[in-house]
């Protein structure tokens, strides 16, 4: 029954993943944490593995949708840095206390849930066509590390800074971002597999709900606005963040 549950978090985890372009994780990892009483570590390599079909199937539907809003080469330059940031992370993650970890993460989905409502914002300035590609490098080192370290796809990081930094429209950021995510999480999940944070038979019931997610997911960004999605989906962090944050007082 514990298993059959997981269906749940995985179709909603897959559907955000694609519609959203942010991977999931922030979803699969809360749920791990607070429904089915995972330690945060082993919710992070559990999320991360579940992560890399999901990415897999969105960029897929993307690109049958329209290829257009996938930018290669803006996602090979990420790719760079965020293999090197994915091992980074997860050594990190790995030597890092539970409690400090599960209090980094739960302050990481408060700050989501305030940028995707739109409390939080950045001053966005172009970046300019000299200093974009090091500067993509740069992103995917942040990225990668975030991703490893928290069990998320790190789209969180990349779509709004794609979007607002080099220009790219939300629906390219989105399919790019999920690019990206794709090696990155693979790398952060065979990394977290050596240290043994995976849960193998939960993934056999996560995988597949969060690919059947995904391919709805990716289909509503191609014909809904994101706004109302991400709104919703910012609340939910923010109540996740202040459970967390309850359950470890």
């Known amino acids: 029954m514990k298993n059959l549950n997981l269906l749940l978090p995985g179709l909603i985890a897959g ?19 607070l429904f089915f009483n995972y330690g945060i570590k082993r919710s992070i390599g559990t ?40 091992k980074f992370g997860a050594e990190l993650a790995n030597k890092m206390s539970s409690k400090l970890l599960t209090k980094l993460f739960a302050s990481l989905l408060l700050f989501v849930g305030l940028k995707l409502i ?66 990155t999480t693979l790398a952060g999940a065979t990394f977290h597999k050596k240290f043994n944070n995976i849960d193998t038979e939960a993934i056999k019931f996560l995988i597949p709900a969060s690919v059947i997610g995904a391919v709805f997911g990716a289909i509503a960004a191609n014909i809904l606005p994101a706004t109302t999605l991400q709104i919703a989906f910012g609340i939910f962090m923010i109540l996740c963040s202040i ?3 309850m359950q470890e007082e």
Not at 55 to 69: E, R
């Open 15 to 33: 559907f955000c993943s694609a519609a959203l372009g942010i991977g999931g994780g922030a979803i699969l990892v809360s749920a791990l944490i």
């Open 118 to 183: 739109g409390i939080i914002n950045f001053p966005a300035e172009a970046v300019s066509n000299t200093s974009a590609y090091p500067l993509l490098a740069i992103l995917g080192l942040v990225t990668g590390s975030a991703s490893a370290l928290f069990g998320i796809g790190g789209g969180v990081i990349m779509v709004p800074v794609l979007n607002l930094f080099f220009g790219l429209s939300i629906h390219e950021a989105v399919a790019t971002s999920l690019t990206v995510i794709l090696p």
């Open 47 to 86: 999320s991360l593995a579940v992560i890399v079909p999901t990415a897999f199937v969105g960029i897929i539907v993307h690109y049958i949708i329209k290829s257009g809003n996938i930018k290669f080469l803006i996602a090979l330059f990420i790719i760079m840095g965020s293999i090197i940031g994915a």
């Open 243 to 245: 459970k967390i944050f």
